[in-house]
């Protein structure tokens, strides 16, 4: 079992930059593929990147290329989401997860296991 809590979130000027971070429990982190997604208030949860465990192979969503990554560090047990030139519609609670095993990576709600709890990022314009 795979524990997850995330940090880093807060109150960014548009323009501005965020790290989150998720600290993982349990000795298998590095056997998961773990991805970032994020819920605005009366949306669903949607994709925001993906990293496979060995980390040569990412993927984001078309609003975030460019803009935000995601790394991880497994001996460490932690995943990262850099994000930058933020704009209020970056504004949700983000989520890391990670995936059911034997996805290296994916980008569906479904295909995930367990999920942190989340942190918020309220982006002003």
């Known amino acids: 079992q795979v524990q997850l809590v995330e940090s880093g979130g807060g109150l960014v000027q548009a323009g501005g930059s965020l790290r989150l971070s998720c600290a993982a429990s349990g000795r298998t982190f590095s056997m998961y593929g773990m991805g970032w997604f994020r819920q605005a208030p009366g949306q669903e949860r949607e994709f925001v990147a993906t990293?496979?465990?060995?980390?040569?192979?990412?993927d984001y969503a078309d609003s975030v290329k460019g803009r935000f990554t995601i790394a991880r560090d497994n001996a460490r047990n932690m995943l990262y989401l850099q994000m930058n030139s933020l704009t209020p519609e970056d504004t949700a609670v983000y989520y890391c997860?990670?995936?059911?095993?034997?996805?290296?990576?994916?980008?569906?709600?479904?295909?995930?296991?367990?999920w942190g709890q989340g942190t918020q990022v309220t982006v002003s314009a």
């Open positions: 997860g990670a995936a059911k095993p034997g996805l290296t990576a994916a980008d569906l709600v479904g295909e995930y296991e367990y």
């Open positions: 990293i496979n465990p060995s980390s040569t192979y990412t």
